[in-house]
C-alpha cells in the first residue's frame, strides 16, 4: 500500500522521475526481504551475504551469495538466489518460492555437485517473533532433483528427487512432515580393505540403489515428537526401519537448544565446551522416552550373508544356522533377563529358518524421563531392557 500512496501523490511529476521513485522502492524492499533472511538464519548459527541485489518488489534477485556455519571459515559461494512471489503481512514476509543456482565444488578430490534448490512456502516472521516454533516453521517444501559426488571421474554416490513437506498445521493441530528420496546409487566397488572388497563381490554389492522415505509429527502445545517411518530400502537387499516417539519437545527446550548451539558455534577453535556439554546434558533431561523400535524386512541379504560366510569358513549354510542357534542362548543369558533371552533366542531361531523380518521394539509401560534412563546407563545397563519394555519378534507384519 505503500508504494501505491506514492505513485499516486507523484502523478504530476514527469515520467522518468516516477519510474525512478519506483525502483527505489522496490530495492528497498527486497533489502528488507534479505535482511530479515539473514536474521533468520543466524538464529540458527548460519551466516548468509550477498554482493548485491537485482530487481525488487514481488521478486528479485541477490547476487554473490555466499553461505556458512557460525564458526566456519570457508564459506559456500551459491552465486544467484532467486525470490519469487514475495509478499508481507503484519511484519512476516513470504515468499513462495526461493531457488538457487545449481553447485558444483571439488574437495579432498571429490567432486560435489548439486543441482538448483528450491524452497517453498517460505516464511520469514516478523523481527521481535519471540515464538522458536515460528522460526522453526522456515518452508513448507523442499525440492532436490539431484546430488552427485565423483571421484577421479567415477561416480561414487548419487541421490535424485529429494524432497520434504511440512504443511502449515491449524491452530492447536501437530505439525505433520515428511520426506522422500526416490533413488540413491553408491558405488562400493572403490573399497580398498581387501577382505570387505572380497565381501561385496561376493554378496553383488558393488553397485547399491534404493530410497529414502520417512514421516512424523510433532505437537508444539505439548512437546510430543514423533518419528512414524524412516525406511531405508536397499534394492535386492532388504529395508532398515526405524521410529521413535518422544516427549518435551516444547518451545522453551527449542529455544535453549537453539541458544546453546550459537554459543558452541561461536566458540573458537579448540576452546574448553565442558561447560556446554554439560548444559545440553541438563536438557536432555528434560525429554521423555514413550517408545522405539529398529526394524529389518529381509529381501535376499539373510541369505546371502549366510551363504558367504559358509563358503568361507568351508562349511555349509545349514552348519552355519544351526551354530547361531546353538550359542544365542549364552549371549543373551548375558542381560540378566530369562523373559528377553527367551524371545531373542525364539525371534533368531525363526528368522533364520524363514529369514523375513526382524524387529527391536522398547515401549514402557508409562514414559521415562531421560534422566532415569542415562542414570540407569551408568549404574545398571542391563537393568535398561526392562525398565524399557524392550522385546524382540521376527517374521511378523509392520504396523500400517
Not at 547361531?324 to 530369562?338: C, E, S, V
Given at each position: 500500500?505503500?508504494?501505491?500512496?506514492?505513485?499516486?501523490?507523484?502523478?504530476?511529476?514527469?515520467?522518468?522521475?516516477?519510474?525512478?521513485?519506483?525502483?527505489?522502492?522496490?530495492?528497498?524492499?527486497?533489502?528488507?526481504?534479505?535482511?530479515?533472511?539473514?536474521?533468520?538464519?543466524?538464529?540458527?548459527?548460519?551466516?548468509?551475504?550477498?554482493?548485491?541485489?537485482?530487481?525488487?518488489?514481488?521478486?528479485?534477485?541477490?547476487?554473490?551469495?555466499?553461505?556458512?556455519?557460525?564458526?566456519?571459515?570457508?564459506?559456500?559461494?551459491?552465486?544467484?538466489?532467486?525470490?519469487?512471489?514475495?509478499?508481507?503481512?503484519?511484519?512476516?514476509?513470504?515468499?513462495?518460492?526461493?531457488?538457487?543456482?545449481?553447485?558444483?565444488?571439488?574437495?579432498?578430490?571429490?567432486?560435489?555437485?548439486?543441482?538448483?534448490?528450491?524452497?517453498?512456502?517460505?516464511?520469514?516472521?516478523?523481527?521481535?517473533?519471540?515464538?522458536?516454533?515460528?522460526?522453526?516453521?522456515?518452508?513448507?517444501?523442499?525440492?532436490?532433483?539431484?546430488?552427485?559426488?565423483?571421484?577421479?571421474?567415477?561416480?561414487?554416490?548419487?541421490?535424485?528427487?529429494?524432497?520434504?513437506?511440512?504443511?502449515?498445521?491449524?491452530?492447536?493441530?501437530?505439525?505433520?512432515?515428511?520426506?522422500?528420496?526416490?533413488?540413491?546409487?553408491?558405488?562400493?566397488s572403490l573399497a580398498e580393505d581387501p577382505q570387505a572388497k572380497a565381501a561385496i563381490e561376493a554378496l553383488g554389492l558393488q553397485t547399491l540403489t534404493g530410497s529414502v522415505e520417512m514421516t512424523g509429527s510433532w505437537n508444539p502445545a505439548d512437546g510430543r515428537m514423533g518419528l512414524s517411518?524412516?525406511?531405508?530400502?536397499?534394492?535386492?537387499?532388504?529395508?532398515?526401519?526405524?521410529?521413535?516417539?518422544?516427549?518435551?519437545?516444547?518451545?522453551?527446550?527449542?529455544?535453549?537448544?537453539?541458544?546453546?548451539?550459537?554459543?558452541?558455534?561461536?566458540?573458537?577453535?579448540?576452546?574448553?565446551?565442558?561447560?556446554?556439554?554439560?548444559?545440553?546434558?541438563?536438557?536432555?533431561?528434560?525429554?521423555?522416552?514413550?517408545?522405539?523400535?529398529?526394524?529389518?524386512?529381509?529381501?535376499?541379504?539373510?541369505?546371502?550373508?549366510?551363504?558367504?560366510?559358509?563358503?568361507?569358513?568351508?562349511?555349509?549354510?545349514?552348519?552355519?544356522?544351526?551354530?547361531?542357534?546353538?550359542?544365542?542362548?549364552?549371549?543373551?543369558?548375558?542381560?540378566?533377563?530369562?523373559?528377553?533371552?527367551?524371545?531373542?533366542?525364539?525371534?533368531?531361531?525363526?528368522?533364520?529358518?524363514?529369514?523375513?523380518?526382524?524387529?527391536?521394539?522398547?515401549?514402557?509401560?508409562?514414559?521415562?524421563?531421560?534422566?532415569?534412563?542415562?542414570?540407569?546407563?551408568?549404574?545398571?545397563?542391563?537393568?535398561?531392557?526392562?525398565?524399557?519394555?524392550?522385546?524382540?519378534?521376527?517374521?511378523?507384519?509392520?504396523?500400517?
Amino acid at each position: 500500500m505503500t508504494v501505491y500512496r506514492r505513485l499516486i501523490t507523484r502523478l504530476a511529476l514527469s515520467a522518468s522521475i516516477l519510474a525512478g521513485t519506483l525502483v527505489a522502492a522496490q530495492a528497498q524492499d527486497a533489502a528488507a526481504v534479505a535482511e530479515r533472511m539473514k536474521q533468520f538464519l543466524s538464529k540458527q548459527a548460519m551466516e548468509i551475504s550477498w554482493s548485491g541485489i537485482e530487481g525488487g518488489g514481488e521478486a528479485f534477485t541477490l547476487e554473490g551469495v555466499k553461505f556458512k556455519a557460525t564458526g566456519e571459515t570457508t564459506p559456500v559461494e551459491l552465486g544467484k538466489v532467486s525470490f519469487e512471489g514475495v509478499s508481507e503481512q503484519d511484519g512476516t514476509y513470504r515468499v513462495e518460492t526461493i531457488t538457487t543456482e545449481a553447485y558444483s565444488t571439488t574437495e579432498d578430490g571429490a567432486k560435489i555437485e548439486v543441482s538448483p534448490l528450491v524452497l517453498s512456502g517460505v516464511n520469514l516472521p516478523a523481527e521481535g517473533q519471540s515464538d522458536p516454533v515460528a522460526d522453526l516453521m522456515f518452508y513448507e517444501g523442499l525440492e532436490l532433483a539431484s546430488l552427485k559426488v565423483s571421484m577421479a571421474d567415477r561416480q561414487v554416490f548419487s541421490l535424485e528427487n529429494l524432497t520434504v513437506e511440512i504443511p502449515t498445521p491449524e491452530d492447536g493441530q501437530p505439525m505433520e512432515f515428511s520426506g522422500s528420496a526416490e533413488k540413491f546409487t553408491a558405488d562400493l566397488s572403490l573399497a580398498e580393505d581387501p577382505q570387505a572388497k572380497a565381501a561385496i563381490e561376493a554378496l553383488g554389492l558393488q553397485t547399491l540403489t534404493g530410497s529414502v522415505e520417512m514421516t512424523g509429527s510433532w505437537n508444539p502445545a505439548d512437546g510430543r515428537m514423533g518419528l512414524s517411518q524412516y525406511d531405508l530400502s536397499v534394492d535386492n537387499a532388504g529395508t532398515f526401519g526405524m521410529t521413535f516417539d518422544l516427549g518435551g519437545y516444547t518451545r522453551d527446550f527449542i529455544k535453549a537448544m537453539q541458544d546453546m548451539q550459537k554459543q558452541m558455534a561461536e566458540q573458537p577453535a579448540g576452546a574448553d565446551d565442558s561447560a556446554q556439554g554439560l548444559a545440553m546434558l541438563g536438557l536432555m533431561q528434560q525429554l521423555t522416552f514413550h517408545s522405539a523400535s529398529l526394524r529389518w524386512d529381509d529381501d535376499t541379504l539373510t541369505d546371502k550373508i549366510i551363504e558367504y560366510v559358509a563358503k568361507s569358513q568351508n562349511m555349509k549354510p545349514e552348519d552355519i544356522k544351526n551354530q547361531a542357534k546353538a550359542i544365542m542362548p549364552f549371549l543373551t543369558a548375558q542381560l540378566n533377563n530369562p523373559e528377553l533371552s527367551g524371545q531373542i533366542t525364539s525371534a533368531v531361531n525363526a528368522y533364520l529358518d524363514n529369514p523375513q523380518s526382524l524387529e527391536i521394539s522398547a515401549s514402557p509401560s508409562t514414559p521415562v524421563p531421560f534422566a532415569q534412563i542415562m542414570a540407569a546407563g551408568m549404574s545398571d545397563p542391563m537393568d535398561l531392557t526392562k525398565s524399557l519394555g524392550v522385546t524382540v519378534k521376527a517374521n511378523q507384519a509392520g504396523a500400517e
